[in-house]
């Protein structure tokens, strides 16, 4: 049966079966898969992925820790992914709006002793064809829209969402009847915020002993400017301006080959203020005396934006569940000082593969073996860096600077609330002032940003962002928040308009790039993002 209750009139569909199924291509689920099969050529591995080719909605800052990727493929070096280049400088700088100041860099972040910068998406492409070569069968543009179980309520495998539905539910002339994928295990590797993790996290209640997981959005572009200003393997972090005191955020600058440069802002989705633009805060720090020089008379390539999963070790859920494993960012392995998560995707891929060829596919026992990793170690010696910037600026870089030096030794472990209930009503709101300066720098706006993600989708196809109940969204939300769907999606894809008979929202489900961040950040947990049309969605190039 399937996840939804079976409807007897339903349309026949087609059954693939394998030992194990992987539900996305992303750093976690390719190298989970390479792994197996490294183990044993004999068991049967599919991974299937929502966007249209490999890495096509994989986007990350990403300077690498190369040791599991070493472990994983030990002469990958001889031939390295496609956007590869060895840090050599590292610096780190508090912004002020109009000035800098160098600071040192904190241990974390150290980057220039191995460390590789990469296209995440560029990565995860280079992959898949290495995972092909050993048997494993990878599906792109096929996104899974339900999960299958069986009568105990054990997870069999995963529902290809059907294709050639019309936006009114009817089937259109080339509809076709998604197929059922079943397995002996299924592996989620669904990215941050999974959503179909987020429905087994509740209907078999992963997170009983874990604080609600917690995220930030990552905005991201890549640029070419002329090769004379870019310093191959140069990082560049940080924090302050445009920020206020108790907003988490800072920014990414990657110096990579043939005059290209990766840049971004992660803003924490515990902010308060019901008026913050996380899309504005980027473009606000990409206008700064120290960043605008570099990407003057250049051209914007690339853009896009994703939910980047930091809840860490307090907000870890169950791993396990009856046949299937969370893995990567869907089960919230990111270290959080170090921004850094692909390090960690590969770990636990790696060890989710050891632990199913070692128990004859049986996911019991993964749990355990994981919490006893060093993944786990690394985490929880962080644990308490980013709950801590909840206080405020200045109490987050003392309290990170003690963490550090005691290597999260500390007797206490601080704890995570949704990132929806941090938000104020606007009678309560602080109201920080936003120092912002007139900008030039391109995109002018966030439909122009849509442009650079290359996102297509279908517009006769259901609406892929589920409002339980759009009346609250012109009444309680419009008088309580003023509307902050239509300020922190990076894409604008909601927006409320007027008409005669009053205000409605719209749903421009056309703009989006996936990112997730209605589904974490609305406070009345009332927006569901579920999978679009397969191939649907962003269109990276390199990010």
């Avoid at 920020?243 to 043939?258: C, P, Q, R, V």
Wanted: charged share 25%.
């Amino acid at each position: 049966m399937s996840e939804h209750s079976p409807n007897p009139a339903e349309v026949e569909r087609d059954v693939m079966e394998y030992d194990v199924v992987t539900v996305g291509a992303g750093p976690a689920g390719l190298s989970f898969a390479i792994r197996l099969k490294q183990i044993n050529p004999e068991i049967s591995v599919c991974v299937i992925e929502k966007s249209s080719t490999i890495g096509a909605h994989i986007l990350s800052g990403a300077v690498i820790e190369t040791g599991p990727l070493d472990a994983l493929l030990p002469n990958w070096r001889d031939n390295p992914p496609p956007i590869c280049v060895p840090v050599t400088q590292d610096e780190f700088w508090l912004l002020t709006k109009e000035g800098a100041r160098r600071l040192p860099v904190p241990p974390g972040m150290n980057n220039h002793h191995g460390n590789v910068i990469v296209s995440l998406g560029a990565t995860c492409a280079w992959l898949a064809p290495q995972a092909e070569a050993l048997g494993v069968e990878i599906y792109a543009g096929f996104a899974a829209s339900e999960t299958l179980h069986d009568a105990d309520g054990r997870v069999v495998g995963v529902r290809i969402g059907d294709m050639g539905v019309a936006k009114d539910g009817s089937h259109k002339p080339g509809y076709t009847a998604g197929i059922d994928i079943r397995a002996k295990v299924t592996v989620f590797a669904e990215g941050a915020r999974g959503h179909l993790t987020k429905r087994l996290i509740k209907r078999f209640g992963l997170d009983a002993n874990s604080d609600p997981q917690g995220y930030s959005i990552g905005i991201k572009e890549l640029w070419q400017v002329p090769e004379d200003r870019v310093t191959p393997g140069k990082v560049v972090h940080s924090f302050g301006w445009p920020a206020d005191n108790h907003t988490y955020g800072g920014s990414f600058l990657y110096h990579l080959d043939k005059g290209r440069i990766a840049l971004g802002y992660v803003s924490g989705l515990d902010y308060r203020d019901p008026d913050y633009k996380p899309w504005e805060a980027f473009q606000q720090w990409k206008n700064h005396p120290t960043v605008k020089p570099l990407l003057e008379g250049g051209n914007l390539v690339s853009a896009g934006a994703r939910a980047i999963v930091t809840g860490g070790w307090q907000s870890l859920p169950k791993v396990e569940m009856p046949g299937a494993l969370l893995i990567g960012d869907t089960a919230g392995l990111l270290n959080v000082p170090k921004i850094k998560g692909t390090h960690q995707a590969i770990r636990s891929g790696m060890l989710a593969a050891e632990h199913l060829a070692a128990s004859e596919l049986a996911p019991e026992g993964y749990d355990a073996k994981l919490r006893a990793s060093p993944a786990m170690d690394e985490l929880k010696k962080v644990r308490n860096i980013k709950p801590a910037f909840k206080r405020g600026l200045w109490f987050g870089m003392l309290n990170a600077a003690w963490e550090t030096v005691t290597g999260g030794l500390s007797p206490w472990t601080l704890k995570n609330k949704p990132d929806w209930s941090s938000l104020q009503k606007l009678e309560d709101a602080e109201k920080p002032k936003r120092d912002y300066v007139d900008r030039t720098l391109a995109p002018r706006d966030r439909l122009a940003g849509v442009y650079f993600a290359a996102t297509e989708h279908d517009e006769d196809q259901p609406v892929h962002l589920k409002v339980a109940d759009t009346s609250i969204c012109v009444t309680r939300c419009a008088e309580e928040y003023g509307n902050p769907c239509t300020r922190f999606c990076p894409a604008g894809v909601y927006e409320i308009v007027e008409e005669a008979e009053g205000k409605r929202l719209q749903i421009n489900a056309a703009n989006c790039v996936h990112c997730k961040t209605c589904d974490i950040k609305d406070p009345y947990e009332i927006i569901t993002w579920v999978t679009p049309e397969g191939g649907s969605g962003p269109n990276y190039q390199n990010l």
